[in-house]
C-alpha cells in the first residue's frame, strides 16, 4: 500500500500535469489535462453555435483546461450524429462561431472542434444513413458510399477545418474513433469493400489518409491536427489492436500532431471481444504505452480516468503525454485547477438506481445543458427525466434543420 504523500510530494506530482506540451507543429498546450471530446447537443438546432454552448467552453477555460474539444462538428450536414450539433459550412453563423472560439480559448486554453461525419450511425429523422458497406440489419440500415462520395470526404473535411481556423479555434480533432464514418471505413464489421478502400488496414485507412493530407494542405503547417482512433471496437470481428496499432505506424508517417486514443464501438449483434475487458481503471493505457514506442507524435488517452493519481500515473510513468477527462469535467468543470493545486480534488460520480440503454449520455448531455447555464446546483434529473428531455429536444429541433439545410428533397 502506497504511504501517505506530503503536501510537497502532492505538488512534484501535479507538475507533471502542469508541464506544458509542444506540439510537431509548433503550438504549446500549457498543461496535460484536455477535456475530451462529448456530443454537447447544445448547437440551435440549425448548425449554429449558441450562447450557452459558448459558455459551457468558457467554463472549461477558465477551470484551466488546456484542451477543449466539441464533439460531433460536422462538416456535412446531411449525416450528423444529432440535430444538436455544429455544422461548418456555407449557412454557419460566423458571429456565433467566433464567439464560441474566443470564450473556449480563455486563459490561454485550446479549444477544437472535432470533425465528424456519422455515416451509417446518422440521425436517422433527419438523415438517409451512408457508410462504406450497404448494411440491412436490425438496428442499423444503411446504403453503400459510392466512390465518388468517399472522394467528396477530403474537401468536406479541408473547407470544415479552414472555417474553424479562419472563426479563430486553436486547431481541430479528426473523428475516427466510437463507431463513426472513418471509424466505420476502419472496422472490418461496417467495411466490406474490395476496391481501394477496403481490405487489409492500410487500405481501410486510405481515405483516413487522404482527408488528413488534404485539411493540412488547407490550413497550413502551424495549425494543429489531431485524430481519434479507436484501439479496439470491443467487438468481435471489429477493429483488433494489431490493425489499430498498425494504424499508428501509418499514422507516424503523417502531419498529425496529437493522437487521441479511446474504444469502443455500437453495432448490432456483435459480441464483446476478449480484449474488451479494461477493468474499472483508465480503458486504454496499455495500448497507448505500446504506441508511443512506434511513434514521435503524442499520445494522449480518452476513457476512465476518474482520479487525479491515475492522470499523474499515466503521465509520469510516459504511457502517455496527455489525458483526456470527459464526465469527470461534466462533474466539475473546473477539475484542471483542482488537479494542478496541491489540495486537489476528485469528483464523486453518481450512481444510479435504474440503467436504461442511452441513460447514462442522456443524464450527461443534460448535465452540460445545466452547467452552459450555471445552473449545476438545480440538476437533480434521474435517468428517465433525463432521456425524456434529451429525447424530446432533439425531436423539436428536427424540422428547423432540414428547413435550414433542405437535402430532404432530393
Not at 452540460?368 to 428531455?389: G, P, Q, R, W, Y
Amino acid at each position: 500500500m502506497k504511504q501517505l504523500q506530503t503536501k510537497h510530494e502532492l505538488s512534484s506530482s501535479a507538475n507533471v500535469l502542469a508541464a506544458s506540451l509542444e506540439l510537431p507543429c509548433g503550438m504549446t498546450l500549457k498543461n496535460r489535462l484536455a477535456k475530451a471530446a462529448m456530443s454537447d447537443s447544445l448547437g440551435d438546432g440549425k448548425g449554429n453555435a449558441t450562447t450557452a454552448q459558448s459558455r459551457l467552453y468558457e467554463r472549461w477555460a477558465e477551470g484551466g483546461a488546456a484542451l477543449s474539444l466539441i464533439g460531433e462538428v460536422q462538416g456535412d450536414p446531411r449525416h450528423p450524429e444529432k440535430p444538436g450539433n455544429l455544422v461548418l459550412g456555407p449557412t454557419t453563423d460566423q458571429n456565433a462561431l467566433q464567439s464560441l472560439a474566443r470564450r473556449g480559448s480563455n486563459d490561454g486554453a485550446h479549444i477544437w472542434p472535432q470533425l465528424g461525419h456519422a455515416g451509417a450511425l446518422s440521425y436517422l429523422p433527419v438523415s438517409r444513413p451512408k457508410g462504406p458497406s450497404a448494411l440491412d440489419l436490425e438496428g442499423l440500415k444503411c446504403e453503400s458510399m459510392s466512390v465518388e462520395d468517399i472522394k467528396e470526404l477530403p474537401s468536406i473535411y479541408a473547407k470544415a477545418a479552414l472555417i474553424a481556423k479562419d472563426a479563430g479555434f486553436g486547431g481541430v480533432q479528426i473523428h475516427a474513433g466510437h463507431g463513426f464514418l472513418l471509424s466505420q471505413f476502419l472496422s472490418p464489421l461496417f467495411n466490406r469493400r474490395t476496391d481501394e478502400y477496403g481490405g487489409s488496414i492500410k487500405s481501410r485507412f486510405r481515405i483516413v489518409q487522404e482527408i488528413i493530407d488534404t485539411v493540412r494542405q488547407a490550413v497550413g503547417d502551424a495549425f494543429p491536427i489531431g485524430i481519434k482512433i479507436n484501439s479496439t471496437d470491443k467487438l468481435e470481428g471489429g477493429l483488433t489492436e494489431d490493425d489499430a496499432m498498425e494504424m499508428v505506424r501509418l499514422l507516424d508517417q503523417t502531419s498529425i500532431d496529437l493522437i487521441d486514443i479511446s474504444g469502443g464501438t455500437y453495432f448490432p449483434g456483435a459480441v464483446a471481444s476478449s480484449d474488451s475487458n479494461s477493468g474499472t481503471g483508465p480503458y486504454f493505457l496499455d495500448f497507448a504505452s505500446r504506441a508511443k514506442k512506434i511513434t514521435a507524435i503524442p499520445i494522449m488517452a480518452t476513457g476512465g480516468f476518474k482520479s487525479r493519481q491515475q492522470a499523474i500515473d499515466a503521465v509520469e510513468s510516459g504511457a502517455v503525454d496527455m489525458v483526456s477527462i470527459g464526465r469527470a469535467m461534466a462533474l466539475n468543470p473546473h477539475l484542471a485547477h483542482d488537479w494542478l493545486s496541491i489540495d486537489g480534488g476528485d469528483p464523486e460520480f453518481p450512481r444510479f438506481d435504474t440503467n436504461p440503454p442511452g441513460g447514462v449520455t442522456a443524464w450527461y448531455s443534460m448535465r452540460l445543458t445545466a452547467l452552459a447555464e450555471d445552473k449545476e446546483d438545480e440538476f437533480n434529473l434521474n435517468l428517465e427525466s433525463a432521456m425524456s428531455i434529451y429525447d424530446k429536444r432533439d425531436a423539436e429541433r428536427c424540422e428547423g434543420w432540414c428547413k435550414t439545410f433542405d437535402y430532404l428533397r432530393e
